[in-house]
């Protein structure tokens, strides 16, 4: 499957800042992480730029907006900005004029809360799609409609699971499985 967010997609919105910045951040290394944690870093190793770390676990989530994940890249480039022009580290106020100079609001806070909204609905999601792992082929439940089906086959991975429900008369339908969790019976 194709990243959502691939190396390449990245490094073009850092070449439109570095158009504004007259800077070289589009050719620093670029890698993924699969940090839950941490969204992105931009690193110096020996008093040098070193690289730019995304996470997949954000960068390649279909629900992650695109104006976040934009967001989030210039938050990192503002950290390389800062350390290029001002010889900083940190989110303090030449942090903040780079954040300034790349049009995103200068608040650690406000990517902070944004961040912790969307790691928080990843922790929603993790705990709805374990919920839904009792429901698998063979399970028999009850609609509030159709009444008494069996599921045939889950369809799909995690929250957004679907179930192929055979119910009287050789019905059959596809149906969410979080729906099903809420609104069915199981028997
Ligand atoms: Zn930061």
Redesign the pocket.
């Given at each position: 499957m194709d990243k959502i967010w691939s190396e390449e997609r990245i490094r073009n919105v850092m070449k439109e800042l570095d158009k504004k910045t007259g800077l070289k951040g589009a050719m620093l290394p670029i890698i993924f992480t699969k940090s839950r944690g941490t969204i992105g870093y931009f690193s110096v190793v020996g008093g040098k730029s070193n690289r730019f770390a995304f996470s997949d676990y954000y960068y390649q989530d279909p629900d992650w907006p695109e104006e976040m994940a934009i967001e989030m890249i210039k938050?990192e480039y503002a950290?390389y900005m800062d350390y290029e022009t001002y010889g900083k580290a940190g989110?303090g106020p030449t942090w903040k004029i780079c954040c300034g100079k790349l049009g995103i609001a200068p608040l650690?806070l406000y990517s902070e809360n944004g961040a912790n909204y969307y790691i928080n609905k990843h922790k929603l999601n993790e705990a709805k799609s374990e919920k839904l792992d009792r429901y698998d082929s063979g399970v028999c439940i009850e609609h509030p409609k159709y009444g008494k089906g069996v599921i045939k086959e889950i369809v799909g991975a995690g929250a957004k699971r679907l179930a192929k429900v055979e119910f009287a008369e050789a019905v059959e339908k596809l149906l969410s499985l979080s729906w099903i969790d809420e609104k069915c019976k199981t028997c």
């Amino acid at each position: 499957m194709d990243k959502i967010w691939s190396e390449e997609r990245i490094r073009n919105v850092m070449k439109e800042l570095d158009k504004k910045t007259g800077l070289k951040g589009a050719m620093l290394p670029i890698i993924f992480t699969k940090s839950r944690g941490t969204i992105g870093y931009f690193s110096v190793v020996g008093g040098k730029s070193n690289r730019f770390a995304f996470s997949d676990y954000y960068y390649q989530d279909p629900d992650w907006p695109e104006e976040m994940a934009i967001e989030m890249i210039k938050h990192e480039y503002a950290h390389y900005m800062d350390y290029e022009t001002y010889g900083k580290a940190g989110h303090g106020p030449t942090w903040k004029i780079c954040c300034g100079k790349l049009g995103i609001a200068p608040l650690r806070l406000y990517s902070e809360n944004g961040a912790n909204y969307y790691i928080n609905k990843h922790k929603l999601n993790e705990a709805k799609s374990e919920k839904l792992d009792r429901y698998d082929s063979g399970v028999c439940i009850e609609h509030p409609k159709y009444g008494k089906g069996v599921i045939k086959e889950i369809v799909g991975a995690g929250a957004k699971r679907l179930a192929k429900v055979e119910f009287a008369e050789a019905v059959e339908k596809l149906l969410s499985l979080s729906w099903i969790d809420e609104k069915c019976k199981t028997c």
